[in-house]
Nanobody, 124 residues
């Protein structure tokens, strides 16, 4: 069982930056692939970024590529999402998710554990 908790959301102006953190419990954190998803009001949850357990593979949605960076610190059991050049369309609740196998996934159904989400609001 893995328990994940997101933090770092808030209100920011367009063009600004935020860094989200995801703290995960469990001694086997380094064996999990981790992902970030987001869900805007009235829309389906969508993939944002994912990182393999060994940090060797990074995946991004086209909409955030070049602006967002996912990283992880296995010693701290934490995954980060650095978000730069934020746009109003990035406004959503952002969720961190853990996958029990090493392979990265880009759809919500592939992930086993989810946090409660942290809200990001980008004003124009």
């Amino acid at each position: 069982q893995v328990h994940v908790v997101e933090s770092g959301g808030g209100l920011v102006q367009a063009g600004g930056s935020l860094r989200l953190s995801c703290a995960a419990s469990g001694r086997t954190f380094s064996s999990y692939a981790m992902g970030w998803f987001r869900q805007a009001t009235g829309k389906e949850r969508e993939f944002v970024a994912a990182i393999s357990r060994s940090i060797g593979r990074l995946y991004y949605a086209d909409s955030v590529k070049g602006r967002f960076t996912i990283s992880r610190d296995n010693a701290k059991n934490t995954v980060y999402l650095q978000m730069n050049s934020l746009k109003p369309e990035d406004t959503a609740v952002y969720y961190c998710a853990a996958r029990e196998i090493a392979l990265v996934g880009t759809t919500p159904d592939l992930y086993d554990y989810w946090g409660q989400g942290t809200r990001v609001t980008v004003s124009s």
